[in-house]
């Protein structure tokens, strides 16, 4: 059974970081590719940023620059650096990881005050 868990979330100041972790229940390079979404209040759910098993990375134009993908084998752990933030950014953060189908973890809370 696959198992996203999302941790790192919080409230920050507009110009601060944060980092995202996404504990995964197996090695992160036996799925396809994995993902940030995020869902703002009232808003649809936006892809921020994916990696692949092959180290390629991709962002949406709305955090290119100021976020960061990575993944750590060894810890079986997705991350997503935030830096630079702004309220917009202000969003429930989803991590998924594609197999055979998309899975998805509960959600973790990124509230930016200004």
């Known amino acids: 059974q696959v198992q996203l868990m999302e941790s790192g979330g919080g409230l920050v100041q507009a110009g601060g970081s944060l980092r995202l972790s996404c504990a995964t229940s197996?090695?992160?390079?036996?799925?396809?590719?994995m993902y940030w979404y995020r869902q703002a209040p009232g808003k649809q759910r936006e892809l921020v940023a994916h990696?692949?098993?092959?180290?390629?990375?991709g962002y949406a134009d709305s955090v290119k620059g100021r976020f960061t993908i990575s993944a750590d084998n060894a810890k079986n752990t997705l991350y997503l650096q935030m830096n630079s933030l702004k309220p917009e950014d202000t969003a429930v953060y989803y991590c998924?990881?594609?197999?055979?189908?998309?899975?998805w973890g509960q959600g973790i809370q990124v509230t930016v005050s200004s």
């Open positions: 998924a990881a594609a197999k055979f189908r998309t899975y």
């Open positions: 197996g090695s992160v390079f036996s799925f396809n590719a």
């Open positions: 990696i692949t098993t092959g180290g390629g990375t």
